[in-house]
């Protein structure tokens, strides 16, 4: 397994480019926009998963999230993903 990397979808449309990549990670935090094309997608990754966990943002999205509440959104999420705790 490897121990830690980020993908970035960068568009919903992209997911089917990463799911054979999710099975070599014991958990996988899923952090996809908060409407429902993100939910779905969100949705799609986690059928590929071993483990995997939803981040959902009180935005739209991370963006819009540290527009909204600054640097403290930010530390929320990286702090709660250090814990493990399913978002």
């Given amino acids: 397994w490897a121990e830690a ?10 997911y089917q480019k990463v799911v054979n990549l999710l099975n070599r990670y014991k958990v996988v935090y899923i952090a996809t926009d908060t409407d429902e094309i993100g939910k779905r997608v969100a949705k799609g990754l986690a059928r590929y998963c071993q483990g995997a966990v939803r981040v959902i943002f009180e935005a739209k999205d991370l ?9 403290i959104a930010y530390e929320k999420i990286t702090e709660r993903f250090d814990r493990g705790i399913n978002l």
């Fill in 63 to 71: 963006d819009e999230a540290i527009k909204s509440h600054g640097k």
């Fill in 5 to 14: 990397d980020l993908i970035i979808l960068n568009g919903a449309e992209n």
